[in-house]
């Protein structure tokens, strides 16, 4: 473990403060049948997150790193899944409206 200057402490946490505010912010936009968008900026604030954790780590006390870091890629994880559905979704509708749905059955069939 590295030792870090009180001022190096300090700017991290603050650094990791805004950056769980963002997140924070983001869960309950996520909590039930979230927006494409909703899942994306939350992704997006969770890499964030893992970023400046990885930066500072240690400027944290004990695990609290370590111990985030494993619950941000859990969710990672999970939202990733949440996101390629989106993906597919919005991919079959642009489909559906172009009609070459038809041209397509083939493969949606397997």
Do not use: W
């Amino acid at each position: 473990m590295k030792k870090t200057t009180p001022y190096y402490s300090a700017f991290i946490r603050s650094v990791l403060e805004t950056r769980l505010a963002v997140f924070r912010n983001l869960l309950p936009s996520c909590d039930t049948l979230p927006a494409p968008e909703q899942v994306h900026r939350l992704r997006v604030a969770g890499r964030r997150l893992r970023c400046g954790l990885a930066a500072g780590a240690e400027a944290l006390p004990g695990k609290t790193a370590r111990d985030l870091d494993k619950a941000l890629r859990r969710l990672a994880r999970k939202s990733g899944r949440l996101r390629d559905i989106d993906v597919k979704i919005l991919l079959l509708l642009e489909m559906l409206k172009q009609n070459s749905v038809k041209d397509h059955l083939p493969g949606l069939r397997r």
